[in-house]
Nanobody, 119 residues
C-alpha cells in the first residue's frame, strides 16, 4: 500500500519559516505530480503549490514568492518550504501524490499537519 507520512508542522511567529515534509512509502513518485493543500477553519480546502511529473510548478497567489515546493526523488519525499509566514497561513496542510504525471482521481493524501502562525 502507498502511505504518505507528513511532518514539519508546528507553531511559529509571523515572519518565521517552516518546512513541511511528505514521505511516500510503498511506491516511488519521481515522475508523478505532487501538491500541497491547506484547509483553514471555516474555509474550503485549497491548493497551495504543485509540481508536475515534468517539473512544472505552480503556486496560489497568496503564497507566491513565499512558499517553494520541491522534491527529493531519492527519498520519495516532497517538501514545502514556507517563508515569511503570516497568520492567514494558519491551516491544516495536506500533501497529495498522484501515480501519474498530473493530478487526477485516485491520488493519495497525507494525514495532514497543523501549521499555526501567531501574530
Amino acid at each position: 500500500q502507498v502511505q504518505l507520512v507528513q511532518s514539519g508542522g508546528g507553531l511559529v511567529q509571523a515572519g518565521g519559516s517552516l518546512r513541511l515534509s511528505c514521505v511516500a512509502s510503498g511506491s516511488t513518485f519521481s515522475t508523478n505530480a505532487v501538491a500541497w493543500y491547506r484547509q483553514a477553519p471555516g474555509k474550503e480546502r485549497e491548493v497551495v503549490a504543485l509540481i508536475t511529473g515534468g517539473g512544472s510548478t505552480g503556486y496560489a497567489d497568496s503564497v507566491k514568492g513565499r512558499f517553494t515546493i520541491a522534491r527529493d526523488n531519492a527519498k520519495n519525499t516532497v517538501f514545502l518550504q514556507m517563508n515569511s509566514l503570516k497568520p492567514e497561513d494558519t491551516a491544516v496542510y495536506y500533501c497529495r501524490v498522484s501515480m501519474r504525471p498530473v493530478l487526477g482521481p485516485n491520488d493519495y493524501w497525507g494525514q495532514g499537519t497543523q501549521v499555526t502562525v501567531s501574530s
